[in-house]
């Protein structure tokens, strides 16, 4: 997911612009934040209703189909990360685990669990009342 912005400005108005563009960096930092807050949040807690298989002696339920993919070791909530760009005004999340593209697009034997894209539209509410109130000001 990427999160981006861009602030043109004129010479005169280089006060004012300054002003905002740290309110901006802002609201992309928090932007990409609350993103990356849903999909471990929806990782690690959300309800799933696939199978429940024993793994050794522990019990787990797997995700169904189109739910966000059930935790086993924490390894891919862990690895979701937010980095911001070196102006502040664009950021990007993203998973570093190995199989996470298996996981949200799914494969020929397994059908998607997504969990970045339902995670950035169920953040935009936010994303955008953080940069309407940017304009309001």
């Known amino acids: 997911m990427r999160?981006?912005?861009?602030?043109?400005?004129?010479?005169?108005?280089?006060?004012?612009?300054?002003?905002?563009?740290?309110?901006?960096?802002?609201?992309?930092?928090?932007?990409?934040?609350?993103?990356?807050?849903?999909?471990?949040?929806?990782?690690?807690?959300?309800?799933?209703?696939?199978?429940?298989?024993?793994?050794?002696?522990?019990?787990?339920?797997a995700s169904a189909a189109g739910e966000y993919p059930a935790s086993d070791t924490g390894n891919l909530a862990a690895n979701i990360n937010v980095q911001v760009a070196p102006n502040g005004l664009s950021g990007v999340v993203e998973s570093k685990a190995n199989y996470s593209s298996f996981l949200e697009f799914g494969t020929s034997k397994m059908a998607a669990r997504p969990f970045l894209f339902p995670s950035a539209e169920r953040a935009k509410a936010f994303i955008r009342k953080k940069f309407r109130e940017l304009s309001a000001r």
């Open 3 to 61: 999160i981006t912005t861009k602030i043109k400005t004129k010479p005169r108005h280089t006060a004012i612009t300054r002003q905002y563009e740290q309110q901006a960096k802002r609201a992309v930092f928090l932007g990409c934040s609350k993103i990356q807050e849903i999909a471990v949040t929806e990782i690690l807690r959300g309800a799933k209703s696939g199978r429940v298989y024993m793994r050794g002696s522990v019990s787990h339920q």
